[in-house]
C-alpha cells in the first residue's frame, strides 16, 4: 500500500452543522420549564461547547487542532497537529465509522499513560475538508486495508 497523507481544510458543512444543533439543543432549554438560572448556564454551556467545537474541528485555528492524518506504507496511523506535534502509533478503534457523506476517525494513542488511554480522540472528516481522492483513499484503508481487524 502506498503512503496516504490527508491534508484538512476548515469544513463549512461540520461548522454549520454544529451552530444548527446548538440552536436545537438551546431552543429545547429555551422551550423547558426551568428556572430562570438554569437556563441561563445551560444557555452558556451550549455556547461555550459549540463555540469551541467550531474553532477547534470546524475551522482548525487552535494550535491543537488535527491538521494531517497520515497512513504509512506499514499501515500505521499519525496524526499531526497545527502546531506541528506528531501523535505516533496510533490504534485505529473498531467503531469507526466510514461512509461517502460522513467519516469519523476513532484512534487511541498507544504506549501512554492509562489516564490518557481512556480517552480515545476521534476525527470527523466531511467532503469539504479534504481532497475527493484522498478522502476515497482513507475510506478504502478503513474498510479493506485493517485485514487483521474483524469489522
Not at 8 to 14: M, Q
Not at 91 to 115: A, E, G, N, Q
Request: include cysteine; aromatic fraction near 12%; charged fraction near 15%.
Amino acid at each position: 500500500m502506498k503512503p496516504l497523507d490527508l491534508n484538512f481544510k476548515p469544513s463549512f458543512i461540520l461548522s454549520a452543522a454544529i451552530f444548527l444543533m446548538s440552536m436545537m439543543s438551546s431552543w429545547i432549554v429555551y422551550v423547558v420549564n426551568l428556572s430562570l438560572f438554569i437556563q441561563c448556564f445551560s444557555l452558556l454551556l451550549i455556547w461555550l461547547a459549540a463555540i469551541y467545537a467550531i474553532i477547534k474541528d470546524g475551522l482548525l485555528l487552535f494550535p491543537w487542532s488535527l491538521a494531517k492524518l497520515h497512513v504509512n506504507a506499514k499501515k500505521q496511523l499519525s496524526v499531526i497537529q497545527k502546531d506541528g506535534q506528531v501523535l505516533n502509533e496510533l490504534s485505529l478503534k473498531d467503531d469507526s465509522i466510514v461512509t461517502p457523506l460522513l467519516t469519523i476517525v476513532h484512534f487511541r494513542l498507544t504506549h501512554r499513560s492509562w489516564f490518557q488511554q481512556l480517552f480515545c480522540q476521534r476525527l470527523v472528516i466531511l467532503p469539504d475538508s479534504v481532497e475527493a481522492e484522498e478522502f476515497r483513499q482513507l475510506r478504502v484503508w478503513m474498510l479493506w486495508g485493517q485485514k487483521n481487524k474483524q469489522r
